[in-house]
């Protein structure tokens, strides 16, 4: 009888530890393990002047002491770019983080106008810490290609240039890119949300 009670004490052990030590790393990486600072070395978000849908001015120094989510979209975009600002409401209702950004970057500010993005903002609920962006086309796909990297193609903004991305960025206070983030799926918008709330945990 105690034999038999040794082995189901043994098998309980072998089973459980392995499940232990896995809870416990992944409570680390959620707590402790530090975002990668992505990009080339030293890369930060270059300054731009743009205007948002209030048709105020935008510029980097907006974005002083404030963790930001990046990410362009367009407003006729008939099916990514709504399901892309779904998430990005997911974002900015359970991020839980004060100095939360949020930016979207049209890439079609010809037709992107101040009055359309306030359409837009008002069709989905879009207010508060959540920023639509346009501007010059040439700085609105610099900035894609060379501060956001969500763009590999080359191209200069010209009238045949256009580019499209589901990309969600995540930049730290020091205008550092943290990371990437599918912003159609709702798995990446979940892991997005947890490493705003760690990244504000920074010291």
């Known amino acids: 009888m105690r034999s038999k009670y040794n082995i189901w004490v043994f ?3 072998v ?9 416990v790393v992944k409570w680390y990486e959620n707590n402790y ?3 990668p600072i992505l990009g080339p070395e030293g890369h930060t978000i270059a300054d731009f002047n743009l205007v948002n849908q209030h048709g105020s001015n935008t510029a980097l ?3 002083d002491g404030k963790i930001v989510v990046a990410n362009y979209f367009f407003t006729h975009c008939p099916a990514v770019c709504p399901k892309m600002t779904y998430n990005l409401k997911r974002v900015q209702a359970y991020a839980g983080v004060e100095n939360l950004q949020i930016n979207s970057f049209s890439v079609d500010p010809e037709r992107d106008s101040v009055s359309v993005l306030q359409k837009f903002a008002t069709r989905f609920g879009v207010k508060d810490n959540w920023n639509l962006i346009t501007g ?5 796909y610099a900035l894609a290609r060379k501060s956001f990297l969500i763009v590999a193609t080359d191209g200069d903004g010209g009238p045949d240039d256009f580019i499209h991305s589901e990309q969600l960025v995540l930049i730290d206070t020091k205008n550092r890119i943290r990371g990437f983030y599918t912003g159609t799926e709702e798995a990446a918008t979940n892991q997005l949300i947890k490493d705003i709330q760690k990244l504000a945990k920074e010291r």
């Not at 089973?15 to 809870?23: D, E, K, N, R």
């Not at 010059?136 to 609105?140: A, N, P, T």
Request: proline content about 4%; aromatic content about 14%; glycine content about 4%.
């Open 11 to 13: 098998v309980a052990a």
């Open 15 to 23: 089973l459980l530890i392995p499940f232990s030590v896995f809870g």
């Open 33 to 35: 393990q530090r975002l």
């Open 61 to 63: 120094k907006d974005w």
């Open 136 to 140: 010059d086309k040439k700085q609105l």
